[in-house]
């Protein structure tokens, strides 16, 4: 084994996120692994455009109210310590809370490239589907 050196916590690009979103890589090992974990912080209001995980996506709440929505409009909250499965191929987005910070663990597995990337990228989130 060997301790993975620290990588520097990286801004969220523009195209995939709105508000400033930061995150740290906490476990991306190389192949034949397919684990990615990353701890992604939102400022208040800050979220994801929408998009899709090929293997699906698990989140768990640390700090702070997230919000997570999908096609179907709804919008669900998270407090610190809850989690939730977001399925393969289901077009989501998550950010934090109007008034509060957000950091959350992101859990997912790469794919092999057969059923497309393993995150795929759509649009901006607009304010109305932020709101519910
Ligand atoms: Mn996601």
Known sequence: MEITPRTPTQKGPAEWFTGDV????????PVPATLRVNAVHFA????????RHVKGQALHVTEGVA??????????LLLPGESLWIAPGEWHWHGA????FMTHLAMWEVG??????????AEKVTDDQYDG
Not at 44 to 51: D, I, V
Not at 67 to 76: A, H, L, N, S
Request: proline share 10%; charged share 25%.
């Open 112 to 121: 092999d490239g057969t059923h497309g990337p393993d995150t795929e990228w």
């Open 67 to 76: 919000r997570v929505g999908t096609r179907d409009g709804e919008v669900v």
């Open 22 to 29: 930061w995150f740290d890589v906490l476990a991306a090992p």
């Open 44 to 51: 208040p209001g800050a979220r994801t455009f929408w998009h």
């Open 97 to 100: 809370a109007p008034k509060t």
